[in-house]
């Protein structure tokens, strides 16, 4: 065979696994942005794995976006997806248990933010993790920003895993996300000399950060100052005045690092 023959053979045979891979690697790991056809190939070549960010529509002080759970969730599952590989995720769940709405508690008290009842809220979670087993999903993660609804998470894959049992596919309930982001972030934020009053519970210092890493642009920096108090003045619990993108960075790497472990141990122990 003729040197010119050879060259061309072994470009056909480049180009041919090329096209095998690209077939096989869909382009985004976000479900919704991906065709019908991408996501059967993307099954069929092995990825069985999806994770359902769950986020919630709030108030989180004057100074940061309704949306702060929903932006956070979906980027931190996208880059939790990456990390894993072989794994898509699904759109935010964005409608989330807030409060009663009338009359107003908790959240609801804040213009803006958004309650659906508690059986509303798992029907969704339900409907989502059906639809991906009967896709081919095998491992169906459910990762939740806030922390009021975790107990529903856990319920849910506890009664999935009960209605599945005699299938391979199972829900994980993944703790390690939220307690990544809540005490692993506010233990290292501790260790940086930040005081229990600054770091809060809500829209303080921890969450400010944690946002000002994933979208800069949703915190309204000029607002960050004169906000320590309680939630029920300006909705904010904690102190926001001295968060930044750099100490949020120390806890999305926690969340990423975390969940990763725990979905990979999840994953291993159903197999």
Known sequence: MSIFRCACALLLAVGALHGAAARAAPPSVQLEELTWTEVRDAIRAGTTTALIPIGGTEQSGP???LGKHNYRASALAGRIAAALGNTLVAPVVAYVPEGHVTPPSGHMKFAGTLSVPDDAFVAILLGACRSLKQHGFLDIALVGDHGDYQNLLKEVAR???REWAASPARVHYVSAYYAAASEGFAQALRARGMSEAQ??????LA???LMMAIDPGRVRVDRLQGLAGTKSST????DPALASAALGQIGTQLIVDQSVQAIRQAIAARR
């Open 207 to 209: 969450d400010t950060s």
């Open 235 to 238: 909705g904010v619990a904690g």
């Open 63 to 65: 100074h940061m976006a």
């Open 159 to 161: 009664r999935l895993n």
């Open 199 to 204: 770091i809060g519970v809500h829209a303080g």
